[in-house]
């Protein structure tokens, strides 16, 4: 017996051909956009577009701002040579001084006691040295006549010529003593002036006394360890000053003697100061890594004083030409700076030192070439090897 097909087998029918058609719908684009985009991964990236500079090579003429300290040129602390009382002193705090200039007065009666002593001794040698001379004389001539009568035979004996003689011999060795006395007596006759001379105390040098210690009445003496700050008085040559800089290592090799350098001072603000490079300590301080470099500061109307700490306006030179690039091309990691050099349209990534900066350029250190084409600004998607297209840029300036 034959059914008629009812409505629900029907629509069951068609929902399976629509599900069908579906299916082979989505498997044909599938295919197709696995295809599609097995295709555009074949094709190559376009570059990426790179501003670019090129390095430049100069002479590096600079200058950097150092501190520095003004020092005297000569500074001495003043001590009596021999102990005493001070009797006068003519200078106090401020007081200009020439050179030779009589400073203070000492008293210390053994030391003149010591002169009295020394010139009675040089009286008493001479003394002895004059009748020694007197009794060589005498016994030269006596010896003289009995030589003159022995010539006649039997006045005069041989044993009376020789004692005569042997008397002006032994009169000439005493007065060779006596003379020696004497030297030695004079000799410390002419030590117990000096001694009294250092009772007076005289300037070494023109200068400045910049602190007075004593007073009359004190007992002065020598410099010892334990009195070194108990001098006289100190005294400064600040007509001509040291000024003195600690230049980092990496500028002095283009440090030039005689060259002029400028430097501000805070008590005169708005006005330059100069001075001439005129000493190199040509030795690194281990614990700066600095080098004490000394120039000539002149100052005649004495407005400048020692101890003052100057912001000085330091030259800095290289001996040969340096590298330049601008500073934007710089870009550093944690641990290093690098330039990134673009070289047959790929990028390579070139590890540098940094020096001076001059302008918007700063000096590099490296695997480098004046004319290389280097990135003005890195970025994080330019890795070494990425394809780049550069458009160089004039050098900023």
């Not at 004497?182 to 000096?194: C, F, G, P, S, Y």
């Not at 030795?283 to 000085?312: C, H, K, Y």
């Amino acid at each position: 017996m034959n059914r008629k097909p009812t409505f629900r087998s029907i629509s069951t029918a068609i929902g399976l051909l629509a599900a069908a058609g579906i299916l082979a719908v989505a498997l044909s684009g599938c295919d197709s956009d696995g295809h599609a985009a097995a295709s555009v991964a074949a094709q190559p990236s376009a570059p990426i577009p790179v501003d670019t500079v090129r390095v430049i090579s100069r002479r590096l003429d600079t200058s950097i701002n150092l501190p520095g300290e003004l020092q005297p040129y000569q500074e001495v602390r003043v001590f009596p040579r021999v102990s005493g009382f001070v009797q006068w002193i003519g200078v106090d705090r401020g007081s200009k001084v020439k050179k030779g200039q009589l400073l203070a007065i000492l008293t210390a009666p053994e030391i003149v006691a010591q002169k009295a002593a020394a010139q009675s001794q040089l009286m008493s040698a001479e003394n002895q040295r004059i009748a020694g001379e007197a009794k060589l004389a005498a016994d030269q001539a006596t010896w003289l006549r009995l030589k003159a009568a022995s010539a006649t035979p039997g006045a005069i004996s041989d044993e009376e010529l020789d004692m005569a003689d042997k008397a002006a011999q032994a009169d000439r060795a005493r007065v060779v003593a006596l003379q020696h006395t004497t030297d030695a007596a004079r000799a410390n006759l002419h030590a117990a002036q000096e001694m009294e001379g250092y009772l007076r105390i005289y300037a070494p040098f023109d200068g400045v006394v910049t602190r007075r210690n004593v007073h009359p009445g004190a007992l002065v003496g020598p410099e010892t360890g334990s009195s070194s700050e108990h001098s006289m008085v100190r005294i400064e040559e600040v007509a001509h000053l040291r000024l003195v800089v600690a230049v980092p290592e990496a500028d002095v090799a283009g440090i030039e003697s005689g060259a002029r350098v400028s430097f501000t001072v805070p008590a005169f603000p708005g006005r330059t100061f100069t001075g001439t490079i005129a000493r190199l300590a040509d030795s690194i301080d281990v614990s700066t890594r600095t080098m004490p470099v000394e120039a000539d500061v002149w100052n005649p109307r004495m407005e400048l004083s020692s101890g003052m700490f100057p912001q000085v306006s330091w030259p800095v030179h290289r001996p040969a030409p340096s590298l330049f690039v601008p500073q934007s091309s710089v870009a550093r990691s944690a641990d290093q700076a690098y330039l990134l050099r673009i070289r047959d349209g790929k990028v390579e990534q070139v590890t540098v030192t940094t020096g001076a900066s001059v302008g918007n350029l700063t000096e590099v250190f490296g695997d480098l070439h004046a004319g290389d084409e280097v990135a003005l600004h890195p970025t994080d998607d330019l890795h070494a090897g990425t394809q780049v297209q550069p458009q160089e840029k004039p050098l900023p300036m």
